[in-house]
């Protein structure tokens, strides 16, 4: 019989950068969704095209309906973006490597350059979290002056999600590297972590055990979602705290 | 209508014709490549060269490459703090731009030429701190006046001196050679 | 012909040579010069390529809740939570991350309708002179507090009104109804806080704590301290109210109680648990008959006596809000859930009621004026005894409920506007003369709850004015000044910022605080960079319960002007409140429970709708005794048959492009009946409902749920 502890994990597996949601205390407030898009430039699209579907949310909350009145009760919102899967089934799919996965940092990476918006990754995504861009949306001047600097604008038929803040990461690596030292736990968090007024999202070093989001992934009570069909999500959720 | 213009242009005048509109397509590609290998103008023909040429650091005026990615431009302040009390340049008509910029308040609109697509996330600080000299991506700077590029600054040429640099450690090299590393 | 070209051919050629030298001029360097402007003088702190950051206070909302503003190169990038501040600990909502495009909106006035400022500020001056002092009012926001304090001292030292302060989201919480029930139930006025965070069971009365109510941040952070307890179990949490609301939501249990019956269901679950504490109902709830309360209230007996039962065993904190007490007998609701707190003995003790810290430089409780002081400025704009309106901060034109009739009012009046947007009253301004945006603005905010230690927040601007907009305090000195006299003796100062340091002068050389400095220089330093000074002394107020159990609580039943068949629940959209909808993120932010964006829905329950033949989008017409509204039908599973709900935030003829003309404001529904304590009954009213028109395809609302239904078991669109 092999001990949990001697289960040898693949990198993939275990991933580097992971978050935990906590569907107990998330209470579908938006702050993470609004903090994303000014933290990312993410366009809105206007009334007619989210209606269509096209809203580049790359996190939005969740909530569905159990029961029939009077016994109705809305399920624990679920706050869903990009799983940064291990296995991701959004790669494999993509002609141009447009959607490829990062080694240094076991990250699901889309290279805006390289998309040529064939949308083979959105379909083949089981947490339906990436965004297309289906026109080029305007920012009336002067809202282009809040664009931030270290992401991306993109344009029209390129697709897009969650990174992780993937440029705050990039941020604290270097600032740590620049003071000769590694980066520590807490030091940054992704925009929609750092909003959360309840604290529901933990975003940190999965792969250290020390840190929070690490032990918070490991005490046992946690889910990953579309776990079965072996994606390997890097993100956990707890439904009940 | 249309048959009859084909058969025109066999004959003598419309070979000719035909050989004109080739010609002249052919020159405004020529020319179109031409405009694109043009330095930009810039609001003052700033002379590198003679700056270097006093000993001037390049981290005086760009501080920001060994803090961060962005090199930086220096304030109007900064350029007319030293001018400003150079006799010689005070009252030249070469630096009247400067001169006027910073009476008027106005800013001067540089090009930069040493520049990346924006969906290239390039940082300078750990070029700086991996011991590279400004030189060796942005030319000798004490030959030329107005900035000019001596690369292409192309993702092969990134790559190339990225993968020489990883050498055989291989966490580097992955690093280096990571996609996320400048795109997001 | 072998050689023969083909006119297509051809014309590929030619468009193949334009493509190429287009191409080949795209991929060359001079495609991507852009030109950039340096710093003409670059702040001495500032670093090249280095971002700024630059802490202030989020203006929202009313809360006081500190940020930090990341500046790059001169312009705000985002805005982040000051994790020193003690009221929001580094936390932001979604509207104080939206606040970027209020700053950077497209549809900003842009400078003063009179030309110059020079003009602008005559104009004021000559306003000051040209009327008695009698006929000046101002109308203020619930933000900023320093520019209230700067018209409360013109005012008092030259006879004018005193400001009135008025905010949709201070009408839709009733402050002045939750003030006077504590007054009523502790003998002292003041605005209740409730300590969630601690608390083992709550119980909800409407109060929709998760939202916008109050002081949203620090409620949200003590829902999370209810759930997550370390020492303790999980805590439960029950709601109450006819139309479940995000707060509810969240609640483990959530009881759908008919539209009024708030308070008699507080009591009754009084009496029960008095009766199986002591074998006797305490006189506080000696009036009320469980069995009947449950009739009344559409609710099982057995459930009141499973929540009484559960409140035997442990302490419950009972909160009053929302709807609850935007009914006609809304005070007594709020005394009556205030009362039933005294059964947990929880006043003034961890997880129970106290009465909110005063702010640092704050002499007495103040609120914003209730819709019934509303009524009487109204009534004296139409006598003519108000002949000049200064407002800002406030677009009473949208915010207040349109049978007051301000709109009409206002052509008795010259308006003067200090309006940052274009909006509603701003358009009918005589003199529009805008303020900075607040992250352009120097300011102080006091915390008025959420918080046990008293917090002075403050403000400073973060980047420089991007318009041609000056501070209102400002253009109020140099009015004053120019007026001379009495006005030049009332507010003495070189600028705003002068101003400030007067009145934090008394903080300066307190060692109490967060901070202490010894010369106003490095009081104001410090204070900017910190974002405000707290005394780091827990001042909440505990209220005095003494007399609590032993009154007999009122209770009136409440009345609904109309004689539609429907109760009528109006709430503030979670994510656009009151003076979002011109944000268009904020737009675009999905409902918490509904998921819509970018419009307006009248929420009715699936079962009734079906009675009535209407589905999904379907447009209806609402109507009031006082009005009618339009909007879309969404089939909310989670709210009574007999009661429908709207949320307010949306409905503007003005405030730019991303408001204007894009849903509707249930405000145009409510009619003229107050509470007790003055504030309006807003949900006192039954409203009809008649279908004008089918869903048409891709004509009705945008909804996240209809993406998100691909997996779920979402209600997106399966009636059509």
Redesign the interface.
């Known amino acids: 019989m092999i001990r949990p502890d001697e289960v040898k994990m693949s990198v993939e597996e275990t991933g580097k950068w992971g978050m935990t949601i ?1 569907q ?2 998330c ?5 993470c ?3 994303c ?3 990312n430039n993410i366009s ?5 095209d ?4 096209r ?1 580049m ?1 790359w996190i ?6 159990e029961g ?3 016994d ?3 399920t624990p ?1 679920q706050p ?1 973006m990009c799983q940064q899967c291990g296995h991701a089934t959004c790669e494999p799919v993509c002609p141009a490597f447009a959607t ?1 996965h ?4 076991q ?1 699901n ?1 889309q ?3 390289r998309c040529v918006g064939t949308r083979y990754c959105a379909n083949n995504c ?1 947490y ?1 979290v990436r965004a297309f861009n289906w026109r080029d949306y305007q920012r ?14 993109r344009r029209m038929g390129v697709m897009e999600k969650c ?1 992780f803040c ?2 705050r990461i ?1 941020r604290a690596q ?1 600032t740590a ?2 003071e000769g030292r590694e980066v520590m736990d807490g030091e940054f968090t992704t ?1 929609c972590a ?7 999202i933990v975003f940190g070093r999965v792969d250290k055990p020390e840190t929070l989001v690490a032990q918070i992934t490991n005490n046992g009570r946690g889910t990953k979602h579309l776990a079965e069909l072996g994606t390997l999500p890097h993100v956990t959720y707890f439904k ?2 | 209508m249309i048959q009859k213009f084909f058969n025109w242009l066999k004959q003598p005048l419309g070979l000719i014709a035909s050989g004109i509109v080739f010609l002249a397509l052919v020159s405004a590609v020529v020319y179109g490549i031409w405009r694109t290998q043009q330095a930009p103008e810039q609001p003052i023909q700033f002379p590198h060269k003679t700056h270097v040429n006093f000993g001037i650091q390049c981290l005086y005026c760009h501080p920001g490459a060994a803090r961060g990615p962005a090199a930086g431009i220096p304030s109007q302040a900064k350029c007319w703090a030293c001018h400003n009390q150079i006799v010689k340049t005070r009252d030249s008509a070469l630096l009247a731009p400067l001169k006027d910029a910073v009476l008027s308040g106005k800013s001067l609109e540089w090009v930069p030429v040493a520049i990346v697509p924006d969906f290239v996330h390039f940082n300078h600080r750990p070029h700086i701190a991996a011991g590279k000299n400004c030189e060796e991506c942005h030319g000798d700077m004490t030959k030329v006046t107005v900035a000019q590029n001596p690369q292409d600054m192309t993702m092969g040429w990134c790559l190339n001196c990225h993968i020489k640099n990883a050498g055989d450690d291989q966490e580097k090299l992955v690093k280096l050679t990571d996609c996320g590393t400048c795109h997001y | 012909m072998s050689e023969q070209v083909s006119r297509r051919d051809f014309l590929k050629l030619a468009g193949l040579g334009a493509a190429t030298t287009a191409i080949l001029t795209g991929c060359g360097p001079a495609s991507r010069y852009v030109k950039r402007e340096p710093y003409q003088q670059m702040p001495e702190y500032n670093l090249v390529g280095q971002s700024t950051y630059y802490a202030t206070t989020c203006r929202e909302c009313a809360a006081g809740c500190g940020l930090v503003v990341r500046t790059y190169q001169g312009r705000a990038i985002k805005t982040e939570g000051n994790a020193h501040h003690p009221l929001n600990l580094g936390k932001t909502c979604a509207r104080g991350q939206a606040t970027l495009h209020g700053l950077y909106n497209p549809d900003r006035v842009q400078g003063p309708s009179t030309g110059s400022w020079d003009a602008g500020i005559q104009a004021v001056a000559d306003a000051f002179k040209k009327y008695k002092p009698s006929e000046i009012a101002f109308l203020m926001g619930m933000t900023p507090d320093h520019l209230y304090d700067l018209v409360s001292d013109l005012a008092q030292s030259t006879g004018m009104n005193a400001p009135l302060r008025y905010g949709a989201l201070g009408m839709f919480e009733s402050r002045a109804t939750l003030s006077k029930a504590a007054e009523n139930v502790f003998g002292q006025a003041g605005l209740p806080w409730f300590d969630v965070g601690k608390a083992q069971i709550v119980f909800s009365f409407g109060a929709n704590f998760l939202e916008t109510w109050l002081s949203p941040l620090a409620y949200t952070r003590g829902f999370a301290g209810l759930r997550e307890k370390e020492t303790k179990l999980r805590g439960t949490f029950v709601q109450f109210e006819s139309r479940m609301s995000a707060t509810g939501a969240k609640a483990d249990k959530w009881i759908p109680i008919r539209p009024g019956t708030e308070g008699l269901v507080a009591l009754a679950i009084g009496r029960l648990v008095s009766e199986i504490r002591s074998g006797a109902a305490l006189p506080a709830f000696a009036n009320v008959d469980p069995a009947q309360v449950a009739d009344e209230a559409g609710i099982k007996l057995a459930t009141l006596e499973e929540l009484a039962s559960m409140f035997v065993n442990s302490n419950v904190l009972a909160i009053p809000g929302g709807a609850a007490l935007g009914q006609t007998n809304g005070l007594e609701i709020a005394e009556a859930v205030l009362t039933l707190n005294a059964l947990s003995n929880n006043f003034g003790k961890p997880g129970g009621v106290y009465l909110s810290a005063l702010a640092p430089n704050q002499e007495g409780t103040s609120r914003p004026a209730s819709p019934i002081e509303m009524y009487d400025l109204v009534e004296k704009m139409k006598s003519g005894a108000i002949k000049a309106l200064f407002v800002h901060g406030v677009n009473p034109i949208f915010e207040l409920p349109k049978t007051l009739g301000f709109e009409a009012a206002l052509a008795n009046v010259e308006l003067y506007s200090f309006a940052t947007f274009p909006d509603e009253t701003a358009a009918k301004a005589k003199y529009l003369l805008p303020d900075h945006h607040s992250l352009e603005s120097w300011g102080y905010q006091r915390v008025a709850t959420g918080v046990a230690l008293p917090v002075l927040s403050g403000s400073q601007p973060v980047v420089s004015p991007y318009y041609d907009t000056r501070a209102t305090a400002d253009v109020l000195i140099a009015a004053a000044q120019a007026a001379g006299g009495k006005f030049a003796s009332a507010l003495p100062y070189k600028d705003e910022v002068d101003f400030i340091q007067n009145k934090v002068a008394s903080l300066v050389g307190d060692a109490s605080g967060s901070f202490s400095a010894s010369d106003t220089a490095t009081f104001m330093a410090r204070f900017q960079q910190y974002g405000g000074w707290f005394r780091n002394v827990e001042s909440l107020i505990v209220p005095d319960a003494s007399k609590a159990l032993y009154n007999p609580v009122k209770t009136t039943k409440p009345s609904f002007a109309g004689n539609g068949e429907f109760f009528f629940v109006p709430f503030v959209s979670p994510t656009l409140a009151e003076a979002g909808a011109n944000k268009p993120w904020l737009q675009e932010l999905p409902d918490p429970t509904t998921t819509v964006m970018w419009n307006t829905w009248v929420e009715i329950n699936p079962d009734m709708a079906k009675e009535l033949g209407l589905a999904n989008d379907d447009r209806v017409r609402i109507t009031s005794e006082a009005g009618s509204v339009e909007a879309f039908v969404y089939l909310y599973p989670a709210i009574r048959p007999d009661t429908v709900a709207m949320p307010f935030g949306q409905g503007h003829t003005a405030y730019g492009r991303y408001a204007e003309n894009r849903g509707a404001n249930p405000a145009d529904l409510f009619g003229a009946y107050y509470n007790d304590a003055g504030d309006l009954a807003f949900a006192g009213m039954k409203v009809k409902i008649e279908k004008i028109s089918h869903a048409v395809k891709n004509g009705g609302l945008s909804r996240m749920e209809s993406l998100m239904g691909v997996y779920g078991e979402g209600l997106g669109g399966e009636e059509h």
């Open positions: 906590n107990d205390v209470t579908g407030c938006q702050a969704v609004a903090a898009a000014m933290e809105f699209v206007g009334e007619e989210s209606g269509y579907g809203s949310h939005r909350i969740e909530r569905f309906w029939e009145y009077p109705v009760r809305m919102q869903m490829v990062s080694q240094a940092e990250l990476l290279v805006y350059n089981p339906q009336p001047e002067p809202l282009s002056n809040q664009l931030n600097p270290d992401v991306t604008v990174t993937i440029q990039h270097d590297k620049s925009a750092q909003a959360c007024p309840a604290d529901a009940e705290g």
